[in-house]
């Protein structure tokens, strides 16, 4: 891979898995904030931090196979497991909200 793609596709993952933790943790707050239990709270938050320390173990990891030319950029990779898994967990509690207060309503 050159070294320019693997340059632009650091520089994308940065932004894009920084904005795509935020987003996310920022809309889950405002959308499922009173139906959050604490441990699905907890785990929620737990997994953001994980994700936001694998964004930058990756991408630590690219910059020193740059440095030490060798090839490191399937390091690019490691975070986004644990995005979709928090996308998983997400969209589960909101389909659950959703259905506790269908219950509610009738």
């Avoid at 987003?23 to 929620?44: G, H, I, Q, W, Y």
């Avoid at 173990?57 to 399937?74: D, W």
Wanted: positive net charge; charged residues 15%.
């Amino acid at each position: 891979m050159p070294t320019w793609l693997l340059v632009v596709l650091l520089i994308g993952q940065i932004f894009i898995g920084f904005f795509a933790a935020m987003a996310m943790m920022f809309m889950a707050c405002a959308e499922n904030a009173p139906t959050l239990s604490k441990r699905l709270d907890r785990v929620l938050v737990s997994l953001w931090v994980t994700f936001i320390i694998a964004l930058a173990v990756s991408v630590g990891i690219v910059i020193v196979g740059l440095i030490n030319a060798a090839q490191y950029s399937h390091a690019l990779l490691i975070p986004w497991p644990l995005l979709l898994l928090i996308a998983i967990i997400w969209s589960w509690v909101s389909l659950r909200a959703k259905r506790d207060k269908d219950k509610k309503r009738g």
